[in-house]
Nanobody, 127 residues
Framework: HVQLVESGGGSAQEGDSLRLSCVAS????????MTWFRQRPGRDREGIAT????????FYDDSVKGRFAISRGGAQNTMYLQMNNLRPADTAMYYC?????????????????????WGQGTQVTVS
């Protein structure tokens, strides 16, 4: 099993920056992709950024491309989401998730069905 704990959420003004962290523990050697999801009010949970274990493959949803940056660190057990130029539309609960199936991670890293483990979420509110 893998346990995930997010932190770094909070309230921000439009144009501000926040940095989210996700710390993984447990059987982290099984991780094949790590993804940040968010769920905005009244909308489905959506994958917005994903990174491969080595950090060499990164994908962004168009809604955050150019403003958000995903990275890994801390012996690869920590994932970050640097969020710049925040907008009210970025208000959401943010979740980190990991997949352990190499094929599904390669083919569909941002799909909810690819994810095996989820964190509890951290709220980001932008006004």
């Amino acid at each position: 099993h893998v346990q995930l704990v997010e932190s770094g959420g909070g309230s921000a003004q439009e144009g501000d920056s926040l940095r989210l962290s996700c710390v993984a523990s447990g059987y982290t050697a099984s991780i094949r992709c790590m993804t940040w999801f968010r769920q905005r009010p009244g909308r489905d949970r959506e994958g917005i950024a994903t990174i491969s274990p080595g950090g060499d493959k990164i994908f962004y949803d168009d809604s955050v491309k150019g403003r958000f940056a995903i990275s890994r660190g801390g012996a690869q057990n920590t994932m970050y989401l640097q969020m710049n130029n925040l907008r009210p539309a970025d208000t959401a609960m943010y979740y980190c998730a990991v997949g352990i199936d190499a094929y599904r991670c390669a083919e569909a890293p941002r799909f909810r069905s690819t994810q095996k483990y989820w964190g509890q979420g951290t709220q980001v509110t932008v006004s």
